[in-house]
């Protein structure tokens, strides 16, 4: 049947219709629809052309090829652990994960074989280098500018390659069992020295408080004797005027005042009581009375 069709045919349309076979393949190989997560590298005889970044993009048919289609997206690399020495000879083991991207595929197509791998080794030695640099505290109290060092390292290493360091994180860090008890026994020293620091202010600060206490007392206790120093010596003046005034008269009548008033306290007083006085008291007595009604 094919065979009758070919015979059938003219040579013009047998070359037509080779002719829109190759227009159809042409076109089929010399556009490429390339993805946005995507670039692919173009290879003309063999050697680096052209890359394809995302969208529609034509090349030369039977000429050029698409060597490689290479990811933009981010990429981790699996967490690993490395052993490294610190500063102060302690083994340490960093867990790390890093995150990259490749921005310029033709670099790292041609320049690099296994980039995971590669940058793992990298990694791996820089973050001894760095631990090698520093002590055992710092490693654990910095860890952020470690994470820094161990960042700008790797992208200065990785540079040439063209890939993006986004991030690197240092996941943990982990001790042998003979440091992690040395270093918990010095964790319990220090909290005993700092309880004993803050038991010491304590007692420290209720001292001064005690003698505040005391001062303030004695301060007050001050104040009111030469309140009533004041007062008596305000009403010592005020007889020293009366009698000044008003003769002796004015004297007398104030002792025989408290010579009544006294007499009425005994009085006054709770229970029975024996009350021996003098003999002349009486008299005393008496004369004040008489001195208080003639007063009033």
């Given at each position: 049947m094919i065979e009758e069709v070919l015979y059938s045919l003219s040579g013009s349309a047998i070359v037509v219709?080779?002719?829109?076979?190759?227009?159809?393949?042409?076109?089929?190989?010399?556009?490429?629809?390339?993805?946005?997560?995507?670039?692919h590298v173009v290879e003309r005889f063999g050697r680096l052309h052209s890359v394809l970044g995302p969208g529609l993009n034509l090349i030369?048919?039977?000429?050029?090829?698409?060597?490689?289609?290479?990811?933009?997206?981010?990429r981790q690399?699996?967490?690993a652990t490395q052993d490294a020495i610190t500063k102060d000879n302690v083994l340490v083991q960093i867990d790390t994960s890093v995150f990259f991207r490749i921005n310029e595929p033709a670099r790292t197509m041609y320049r690099i074989r296994d980039v995971d791998n590669a940058i793992a080794t990298t990694?791996?030695?820089?973050?001894?280098?760095?631990?090698?640099?520093?002590?055992?505290?710092?490693?654990?109290?910095?860890r952020a500018?470690?994470?820094m060092q161990i960042k700008e390292s790797v992208e200065d290493a990785v540079d040439d390659w063209g890939l993006e360091l986004t991030r690197v994180e240092v996941l943990d860090i982990n001790l042998d069992t003979?440091?992690?008890e040395a270093m918990l026994q010095q964790l319990n020293a220090e909290r005993s020295r700092?309880?004993?620091?803050?038991?010491?202010?304590?007692k420290k600060r209720a001292v001064e408080l005690a003698a505040d206490a005391e001062l303030y007392s004695a301060e007050q206790i001050a104040k009111a004797r030469r309140i009533q120093a004041d007062a008596e010596a305000y009403a010592t003046k005020v007889v020293a005027e009366a009698i000044k005034n008003n003769g002796l008269e004015a004297a007398q009548y104030q002792v025989?005042?408290?010579?009544?008033?006294?007499l009425n306290s005994l009085g006054n007083g709770e229970g029975s009581r024996t009350i021996i006085v003098p003999a002349n008291a009486l008299e005393a007595f008496s004369d004040a009375f008489k001195m208080l009604k003639g007063k009033s």
């Open positions: 219709i080779l002719l829109a076979a190759v227009i159809v393949i042409s076109v089929f190989l010399g556009v490429r629809i390339v993805p946005q997560s995507e670039k030369v048919p039977f000429l050029d090829r698409v060597a490689h289609k290479v990811s933009i997206l981010e690399l699996p967490n990694v791996a030695g820089i973050v001894r280098a760095e631990i090698g640099k520093m002590e055992l505290d710092d490693v654990q109290s910095n500018q470690l994470i003979a440091t992690r700092r309880a004993q620091v803050t038991e010491a202010e304590g025989a005042l408290k010579q009544v008033e006294s």
